[in-house]
């Protein structure tokens, strides 16, 4: 079984696949104002081309929050967000075809 961690303090995200990482991304997460939701989500929805700053891919976890892709990857890898997790198009792509609604999504404040 597949589940997501995104660590905050590293800005990264993680793919467990039967409790080993299989993959691991930088990500963009929410600036101190407009955190990112700590706890356990599951990918809810998923999107292909939703455009503009959410880049190439979208996917749910909670109202209002997802992991997407970005139209300015320079910032992947900082605390910048509105609370989504951006990651590099390309990333994200890669992650989309990985993952299925559903998959459990868990978010940390500590490193992994």
């Known amino acids: 079984m597949r589940r997501i961690v995104i ?4 800005c990264r ?3 467990f696949e039967d409790g080993k990482i299989i993959r691991s991304y930088p990500a963009a997460v929410g600036k101190p104002v407009t955190p990112t939701p700590v706890g356990e989500f599951e990918i809810r929805h ?3 081309n939703p455009g ?5 891919r979208w996917m749910s976890f909670k109202p209002h929050y997802g992991i997407h892709g970005t139209n300015r990857p320079s910032l992947v890898g900082q605390a910048v967000s509105h609370g989504c997790i951006r ?3 390309q990333d994200v792509e890669e992650l989309y075809l990985l993952v299925e609604v559903g998959t459990p999504v868990k978010i940390i404040e500590d490193s992994l």
Do not use: C, D, H, W
Not at 7 to 10: H, N, Q, Y
């Open 46 to 48: 998923k999107l292909m």
């Open 7 to 10: 660590s905050l303090a590293e």
């Open 87 to 89: 990651m590099i198009n």
């Open 13 to 15: 995200l993680y793919l």
């Open 52 to 56: 503009g700053p959410f880049g190439t």
